[in-house]
């Protein structure tokens, strides 16, 4: 009886997923390759005072979770985590996909162990203005790490793609973008509790910092009377500067509920929403975003090429507080411009982040790894509107 295809995961928290957008793809993945006979393991990293056993085991809808104890905490857990689970794959017969390249410092024992890897290359952390020298060049190196150890890398948007092509030749890099599943309904019961109404309020859901451009969004939309609300989802703290400037900008339309992880609610605000407001500056395919275009939502966005290429036809796009209210104005007066984005955004989604394509894409990276016993053969990635290839 032949042995099944087995896949490693590396880079995450763990499953189930409740941290984020790297957490849900590697339980969608996981569960759709477990799905079609695949052997899969997920390291999961828990945070203990004193480390009693390192690697432990449990089964988890077919997939096993391999439980990692560390006895430290912020960064250092993390980088500790990632070289405990660099160890152990070293030692198993396993494609290991690593998602992100923050600790990509210890992918060569891996690679130089003979184990195939496959590394999604994520945003190009090292531009973030939000963090400091020292850090951002800790990203830098590793990045270049993880671009020349990695058998193959996947960018998870065509500017993305464009970046690594720089740092190996573009036939390396396959470009496979986030995905998503349609929100056909959700009940308004959410929405009442939050003094809501379906479609008016527009919605924003992020991280709250620079790089995403809340302030500006909040600034925009309190300029004036709207008729209707904005709710900014995201944790607000009177100890960050940033945060206390935009609660001083936030006008009486405003809602900042703080953070919500109840996905049926999220999913409420999303589906119901006027439209989505996208801040975001930097980064590739941002899951947010997918996930609003599978909700049918119209999108307001930061202008750039991550965001045009992504929101395509169902975006109105900003560059400063000005034509941000301008795009507002416009959503919240125009019906018809409203109904046209909705559907826009529906096309879009349909056409490049059907979660089964993004899914088997990756499969077939993985098998071409495994069957080929090397470098799988290179083959340029057409960066097509598609995305998907």
Known sequence: MATPPTLLILGTRGIPAAHGGFETFAEKLALFLVERGWRVGVYCQDEVTTVTQRFRSEMWRGIELIRTQVASEGPRATLEFDWHCVRDAARREAVSL??????????????????????????????????????????????????????????????????????RPRAATAMI?????????????????????????????ARIEPDNSILTLVEAFSRKPRGMKLVVLGTLSDEIDYHRRIMAAAGPEVLTPGAI??????????????????????????????????????????????????????????????????A??????????????????????????????????????????????????LTAVKLADKGCG
């Not at 952390?125 to 990203?139: D, G, L, N």
């Not at 009940?187 to 009442?192: D, H, I, R």
């Not at 999108?299 to 750039?304: F, P, R, S």
């Not at 036809?313 to 900003?318: E, K, Q, V």
Request: glycine share 8%.
């Open 177 to 205: 973008p986030y995905g998503g599943v349609p929100i056909l309904s959700a009940p308004v019961a959410p929405l009442a509790k939050l003094g809501l109404e379906s479609g008016r309020y527009l919605v924003s859901i």
């Open 261 to 326: 992880y109840d996905a049926n609610i999220v999913q409420a605000l999303r589906f119901h929403a006027r439209a989505y407001m996208h801040g975001h500056t930097v980064g590739g395919t941002n899951p947010s975003l997918v996930e609003a275009l599978w909700a049918g939502n119209p999108v307001i966005a930061h202008d750039n090429p991550y965001n045009r290429w992504t929101a395509g036809d169902a975006g109105l796009f900003f560059s400063d507080e000005a034509s941000c209210s301008e």
């Open 328 to 377: 507002i104005d416009r959503l919240i007066a125009d019906d018809d411009l409203a109904g046209r984005l909705k559907a826009a955004a529906l096309a879009r989604a349909r056409e490049s982040f059907e979660w089964d394509a993004v899914l088997e894409h990756y499969e077939r990276e993985a098998l071409a790894l495994m069957n080929r016993g090397a470098e799988p053969e």
């Open 98 to 167: 690593v998602l992100g390249y923050n600790g990509a410092v210890f992918l060569p024992w891996l690679r130089l162990s003979g184990r195939k890897i496959l590394t999604n290359m994520d945003g190009i952390e090292w531009r973030r203005p939000k963090w400091s020298f020292p850090v951002r060049a800790w990203f830098w190196v590793n990045e270049w790490i993880a671009a020349w150890t990695s058998n193959r890398l996947v960018a998870d948007h065509p500017i993305i793609a464009d970046h690594l092509a720089t740092r």
